[in-house]
């Protein structure tokens, strides 16, 4: 679900009357397609490389936005009254906690996609701003309504947004996107995004500022970094029928004794690092005895290699058994296996979704959450090229399909891409 700030007022009665203010995001639309406002509250907002350099080698350096519409969908009255409830219990705890109407009353629907890159100088911002600066003309129509109908659509911000700032020095490949380029992801409907990665710090301290107060400014909320480490290790809470999601997330890339992605510190900027899990579990802990689903969005294994690591091996059946319910992973750039660990599902990794000119299969995951649990989970196939991202039908989906029924032996995937889980 896409945001952007309307203005929604809650009036509530304890005793004596009290008034609490929301703002309101609601969502843009194209072609008459229509999704609900999430109510959002920016209060408390504030190891060894694996070397194979193949993401930045791949970026390949080169030198009309839709119609709106935004509508409030009515939410039983029980349902809403426990939203408010769960809402301001978060307020007063210090959470950063979004309120989300959905479309179906039964569920709520999250979308995750993996790598994006918004850089001007790299291939894909450059052929974006070459065919005319046209969204439809970006993604396909059918994975344009899927990123938008959403109820929390979430992807990796794989750069920082700013002007600002030297690139890292002895880095090779370093991405800086221009603070205006945030606009795309209202035209995508992004709601969340991942900072937890090794090209957060790409331009230094300044930069790095200069993306939380962009995605503040534009109402898109953040995980895995922070101006220091108690924001960086904050979960993003999302209130939706009755249900309290948490979303935390980290990064264990860059694994030597000195990162080029800083870790957030006491008084300094940075991302929250997981190679040590220590600090990730205490973040996963607090996110389990403050909601009813945990969602670990992190950055992991190696670059282009299909199979996981052994960390992706040894750290995620020690994060299913701490309490998340998913886990799912990004930074090889391709596609891994769908998996379980002690009943939780795991997308090792939803590979490259808009982020070099490289021809690659990638995906989106779609995400069906009640009071209970998990209630689906569906791989969307698409494919990467040309500087596009479209949606597969027929036999170039089906072969997608089966690709990941070769890697995922542990799994069922039917026809529709619903996974069924067998641990």
């Not at 008459?32 to 791949?58: C, I, L, M, T, W």
């Not at 009309?64 to 301001?88: F, H, K, M, W």
């Not at 020690?318 to 998996?339: N, R, T």
Request: hydrophobic residues 40%; negative net charge.
């Amino acid at each position: 679900m896409s945001l952007f700030i309307t203005s929604l007022v809650i009036v509530l009665v304890t005793g004596s009357l009290a008034m609490l203010a929301f703002s309101a995001v609601a969502a843009r639309r194209e072609d008459s397609v229509q999704k609900p406002p999430v109510v959002v509250d920016f209060s408390g907002f504030a190891q060894y490389d694996d070397g194979s350099g193949q993401e930045e080698a791949d970026a390949e350096e080169t030198a009309e936005e839709p119609d709106t519409a935004g509508q409030t969908v009515p939410v039983e009255e029980e349902i809403l009254t426990e939203n408010e409830r769960l809402y301001n219990e978060a307020l007063q705890k210090g959470e950063n906690v979004y309120l989300v109407n959905c479309e179906d009353s039964e569920r709520v629907t999250f979308a995750f996609a993996g790598d994006i890159l918004l850089d001007d100088e790299y291939a894909m911002m450059f052929h974006y701003r070459t065919r005319g600066s046209d969204i439809n003309d970006t993604f396909s129509a059918d994975l344009l309504e899927r990123m938008r109908r959403a109820d929390v659509f979430m992807l990796n911000n794989e750069f920082p947004f700013s002007t600002r700032g030297e690139p890292t020095e002895g880095k090779t490949f370093t991405f800086r996107a221009n603070p205006a380029n945030v606009d795309m992801y209202e035209l995508l409907g992004v709601d969340i995004v991942s900072l937890a990665n090794n090209h957060a710090y790409d331009f230094g301290e300044e930069a790095l500022l200069d993306t939380f107060a962009t995605l503040e400014e534009a109402g898109i909320p953040y995980v895995g970094a922070g101006r220091n480490i108690e924001e960086a290790r904050k979960p993003v809470y999302f209130i939706a029928n009755g249900v309290k999601i948490a979303v935390v997330s980290a990064t264990q890339i860059e694994r030597n004794a000195v990162p080029d992605t800083k870790e957030a510190t006491a008084s300094s900027p940075g991302v929250l690092r997981c190679m040590d899990p220590e600090a990730l579990l205490e973040v996963i802990s607090e996110a389990g005895e403050n909601s009813d689903f945990v969602i670990l969005y992190i950055h992991w294994g190696t670059e282009s290699q299909a199979e996981t690591d052994w960390l992706q091996d040894k750290q995620a059946p020690v994060y299913a058994e701490a309490g998340v319910d998913l886990i799912i992973g990004d930074h090889p750039h391709c596609l891994q296996k769908l998996d379980s660990e002690s009943g939780v599902p795991v997308v090792y990794s939803l590979g490259n979704y808009w982020f070099n000119s490289k021809t690659q299969n990638t995906c989106l995951v779609e995400v069906g959450i009640r009071k209970e649990g998990m209630e689906y989970l569906r791989f969307i196939p698409c494919v990467q090229e040309n500087c596009r991202t479209r949606q597969l039908e027929g036999a170039e989906k089906d072969e997608v399909l089966n690709y990941m029924r070769g890697l995922s032996p542990g799994v069922s995937i039917d026809d529709e891409g619903y996974v069924t889980f067998s641990g």
